[in-house]
């Protein structure tokens, strides 16, 4: 019976993964979050009540909850960071000061109290990386000038990752793993209308619910990897069971090569399955497909990545592991999520 800390247990994945530990396994969950819109339905559950402990708090102010936590669970999960493009343009400070100096405190409580420290890493500290597939042992990682600061968010995780590692050299039994654009229901509120605050999916979906147009950033063209929240989650819980010891002191990255779409397909592919749903189907009749720049929609500080392929080659063969979910579906289970939400989601434009 594990214990496993969960930082930022509100958040995407600290909810599917709170969700699948207490559905699937006898481990007790013990999470910090500011807010409980996504786990209510967790907390509430009778048959959950005794293996899921919640504590409302925030990581820069109650320093020693998580410490005494950090001590007394197994497996350790910081999960709270800020990971919307415009924050990093916009607000660089403020990545850096939660993303890196935030988490720095608890990666020393790890190594100090011998915890599995199970990291996020990102996609991201590839950066423009111009592999056909990015290689978690062997690729550079390519950032653009300092005068972009939408690099920081980068820099910020990767400079984490050479932290851990090093601790990983004195002793810390660390994992990192690197989601390739993890999609799925409750990724970000799709009732937050201001372009560009949050995850590219939930922003077109928004923009469907309300019959808006979608602006697609330099026409569109750049290509992500999407990966279901599912598919992920499968990983996280290998990673974090560890049998034989098989995850300590790698790296893997963990998506679906296979989904690797533009975003001008992703809009596309969006489109025509809303018009199968009648909740949706005549507000998406509205909306149209224009073509923006990223200094407009991000602001100057903005650079993109063309491509972003994982290669998941280590991922599979040590973990037993396979991302199973088509596009088509990852994105079903999304619109079908959020039936019972459209009508909130329609009102914040009137």
């Known amino acids: ?77 910081p999960l709270v960071a800020i990971a919307t493009p415009s924050t990093y343009v916009k607000q660089p400070l403020r990545v850096f000061e939660l993303d ?11 190594a100090k109290y ?7 890493s990102t996609s991201e500290v590839y950066g423009m990386c111009h592999d056909d597939e990015f290689d978690p042992e062997q690729s550079e990682l390519v950032c653009g000038p300092i005068n972009k600061p ?32 993890w999609i799925g229901a409750g990724l970000d509120s799709i009732h937050t209308p201001k372009e560009g605050s949050s995850r590219v999916v939930t922003q077109f979906f928004g923009h469907l619910v309300r019959g808006e147009n979608i602006s697609l950033v330099d ?15 499968d990983a996280l819980m290998k990673i974090i069971a560890n049998e034989d010891g098989i995850a300590s002191g790698k790296i893997y990255n963990i998506g ?28 998406a009749k509205r909306v149209q497909l224009i073509e923006t720049t990223s200094g407009a929609y991000y602001g100057n500080g903005y650079q993109d ?13 040590e973990l037993k592991w396979q991302p199973t979910t088509s596009m088509a579906d990852a994105l079903r289970t999304i619109f079908d999520a959020y039936r019972g939400q459209v009508a909130e989601a329609r009102a914040l434009v009137d």
């Open 256 to 283: 679906n090569p296979v989904n690797n779409y533009s975003i001008r397909d992703l809009a596309a592919m969006m489109l025509k399955l809303a018009a199968e749903y009648p909740e949706y189907a005549d507000t």
């Open 114 to 120: 011998g915890k599995h420290l199970v990291f996020p």
């Open 150 to 181: 939408r690099w920081i968010y980068s820099c910020a995780k990767q400079l984490m990752d050479r932290v851990i590692w090093g601790y990983g050299m004195e002793g810390l039994n660390f994992t990192l793993f690197r989601p390739f654009n």
């Open 219 to 233: 026409g569109g063209h750049q290509k992500r990897a999407f990966t279901h929240i599912g598919d992920g989650i």
């Open 1 to 77: 019976m594990k214990k496993v800390l969960i930082l930022g247990v509100n958040g995407f994945i600290g909810h599917h993964l709170s969700q699948r530990i207490l559905e699937t396994t006898d481990w007790h969950v013990y999470g910090m979050d500011m807010m409980t819109d996504r786990i209510n339905d967790l907390l509430d559950n009778e048959a959950y009540k005794s293996r899921m402990h919640f504590f409302e708090g925030d990581i820069t102010i109650n320093k020693e909850w998580v410490e005494y936590h950090v001590k007394k669970c197994d497996v350790i999960l």
């Open 305 to 317: 990545v063309q491509n972003r392929v994982p290669k998941i080659t280590n991922t599979c063969d």
């Open 100 to 110: 890196f100096e935030a988490n720095l405190p608890i990666v020393r409580s790890a």
